[in-house]
């Protein structure tokens, strides 16, 4: 469900982007989604310093630009997953050159 229409999306690409997964929990739930189904408990103990209240702002924001799905099962108690869109899916690459930089950035410190 993207709300955004491109009027109110930056006229730059890379400041569009930025909007998008500009902060660093954003990155953290993607790099995440990008290996498997989450559930919201399982995301939480995975990504060390997120509170709850941030993961769900997070969550719902990236639900809100069609960069990630979410799934409710009626189930008690409910179960609710979360996986990468399309679209989310197709920051893969700019994920993986975000963690190849951070290697080599790092073996130079």
Same mark, same amino acid.
């Given at each position: @469900? $993207? !709300?955004? &229409? ?7 690409? !890379?400041? &569009?982007? $930025?909007?998008? $997964?500009? /902060? ?9 989604? +990008? ?5 919201? /408990?399982? +995301?939480?103990? =995975? ?6 209240? !941030?993961? &769900? ?7 809100? =630009?069609?960069l990630i799905n979410r799934k #409710? %099962? ?5 179960? #609710?997953? %979360? /996986?990468?869109?399309? !679209?989310?899916?197709? +920051? ?5 050159? @975000? ?9 130079? $410190?």
């Open positions: @469900m $993207i !709300v955004l &229409t491109k009027e109110e999306l930056p006229e730059c690409p !890379v400041a &569009t982007t $930025i909007q998008l $997964i500009g /902060n660093k929990w954003k990155l953290l739930i993607i790099k995440n989604l +990008l290996h498997k189904t989450f559930r919201f /408990n399982e +995301l939480r103990r =995975d990504i060390p310093g997120i509170s709850q209240k !941030v993961l &769900t702002e997070n969550l719902k924001s990236l639900e809100k =630009d069609g #409710v %099962y009626p189930e008690v108690p409910l179960r #609710v997953e %979360y /996986n990468l869109s399309e !679209v989310g899916n197709s +920051l893969r690459g700019i994920i993986k050159h @975000m963690e190849l930089w951070g290697i080599e950035y790092k073996n130079r $410190i």
